[in-house]
């Protein structure tokens, strides 16, 4: 692996985290207070659709530091152990919670309240398949992690 790779994705990781602690302190209530001034009618719903989407990011923040751990493993060359793959089920579990508030919401939205259109469509479709796809793409790294780990192990017992 380039040794740049690692700090770069650290930077980035960190960047990201940093920019998502901002959307939720700063950029959510600001925008929730801005559709409840123009939809007055949608004032009930702004506290509990900022308290899932605040969970919804939460659970990406927890899947970004379970990355930064993994790195982490791979810079100490310690991937290859059991110990790697409790972080690879925290990204799985809180990719897939993710993909799962982006359709409870969506769902709400779109049938309970008859808000948004195609736009909103698009949106809560693209969220919950991506979130989906990278859970699914953990979960078969996962079975890769235990295949190498087995492996790992076999090479290295004396013969």
Known sequence: MSRFAIPLLRIALAITICGSVL???LALPIYIGEVVAMHPEASTLATPYRWVVTLGIACIQVSLVAIWA???KVQ???IFSGQALPWVDTFIWSTTT?????MALGFHLLNAVKAGGPGV???VAGGAVIMATLALLMLVMRGLLV???KLDAQSSMPA
Do not use: C, M, Y
């Open 98 to 102: 993710t993909s799962l508030l982006v």
């Open 147 to 149: 295949s190498a780990t």
């Open 23 to 25: 959307v939720q302190l």
């Open 76 to 78: 100490k060359q310690e």
């Open 70 to 72: 993994l790195l982490n």
């Open 121 to 123: 469509v698009l949106a």
